[in-house]
């Protein structure tokens, strides 16, 4: 079931409501060459995408189907410099595809997804790996783990309106060194598939963001640290932890 939205009234922009009883906390993203901002909705995580990174977690390769994590809007920077967090538990760096939906949607069909796609970022999912292990042990919730603030740095968004990527380099350097090193051909379960996947369970609307996964070599982040990550096709991203 597709919404029809049309992008070009979405980057224009639209009046918002101005009787709330407070004002409320917007979040948003910059695309690269592009004037306006895109309000940010929803943030889903999938897990598991890439088989060699489950192969280093210790984990099943699941094929069957997807299981989806969330963070808050909040964990989204594109700042350079970010604080490195209290607590950091093992702080470790995840670099991936994110995916921007431009249109409205629920149930979307497999070969209509690539219309709901706005455009792509290069991020990095900064996990707590030791709360996470924690709350895994427990069978509870990684929210903590995942969730805090500026715990997904994003570039600036590229506008790519219905471009389906299915290949394409992904990188990630620490201080130098090279990390991570991939390909996005390599997902279990690829853009499309998540889309419809997780259209069939809510509706997903312009402005939601989809972390699709990482490749084997998330490794440990200390404070000073420089990760440079990078997506062909997609751009660039630096954090500097202060």
């Given at each position: ?240 932890f202060n």
């Amino acid at each position: 079931m597709t919404y029809q939205v049309n992008h070009r009234q979405l980057l224009n922009g639209n009046n918002m409501k101005d009787n709330f009883l407070f004002k409320p906390k917007n979040h948003s993203i910059k695309i690269l060459n592009h004037k306006n901002d895109i309000p940010i909705g929803k943030i889903f995580c999938v897990g598991r995408n890439y088989p060699k990174h489950a192969e280093e977690m210790n984990e099943p390769i699941e094929r069957d189907e997807p299981f989806f994590f969330s963070k808050p809007p909040q964990s989204i920077t594109q700042e350079t410099l970010i604080s490195y967090p209290n607590n950091p538990n093992n702080l470790q760096h995840e670099v991936e595809l994110v995916v921007v939906i431009g249109l409205e949607g629920k149930e979307i069909q497999l070969k209509e997804s690539y219309k709901h796609i706005l455009g792509y970022a290069v991020g990095i999912d900064l996990t707590k790996r030791e709360l996470q292990k924690i709350a895994k042990a427990n069978s509870k919730p990684w929210d903590l783990s995942k969730g805090f603030d500026n715990s997904a740095p994003i570039s600036l968004m590229k506008l790519n309106q219905n471009i389906l990527l299915r290949e394409g380099k992904i990188e990630l350097r620490l201080n130098g060194s090279i990390k991570q090193s991939g390909n996005i051909s390599e997902m279990i379960w690829p853009v499309d598939q998540l889309i419809s996947y997780l259209s069939n369970f809510i509706t997903l609307y312009p402005g939601d963001i989809i972390f699709t996964g990482t490749p084997a070599g998330v490794g440990k982040v200390l404070k000073n640290d420089k990760i440079e990550a990078w997506i062909e096709g997609v751009g660039n991203l630096e954090v500097i932890f202060n």
